[in-house]
């Protein structure tokens, strides 16, 4: 099984950014624990990271035929992105979304979720745990 991870905007800055929100660890240490659960699981992953909501989109259709499964975390997009929600509608390829934080319990902006219309699931408030889950989740669809 080949897995794309796609992070947004601004989860380059994990580790710095409002770290009462998203915690102290790095966008680098989110990457080594999807590579360990990836690895653990003969998963094979690739993992990327844009602040620009048109790559994003370009690495959703690049993902068609080639991927089995996508992780998302869209950052600031979830809330305003129907580019991103058409692509993954566009391609149906299953997707997770992970959100680090609880966005359900935030500001009413980040209540709407425009990509986990196009998702099976929604991990939301378990920090990077969430990407252990979503990869988990794709772990156990298969059987
Ligand atoms: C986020 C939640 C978004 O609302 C925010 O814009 C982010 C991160 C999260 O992982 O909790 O950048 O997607």
Redesign the pocket.
Known sequence: MKLLVIN????NMLGVREPAI?GNETYKDMVALIQETCHQNGIEVEIMQSNHEGVIVDAIQAAYEKMDGIII????Y??TSIAILDALKAVAIPAVE????K?EE?EDF?KISYAGLACEKTI?GLGMDGYREAVMYFVNREC
């Open positions: 947004g905007p601004n989860l998203y975390n869209p950052a600031a979830t809330h992970v959100h680090l934080s966005i935030r980040r939301t």
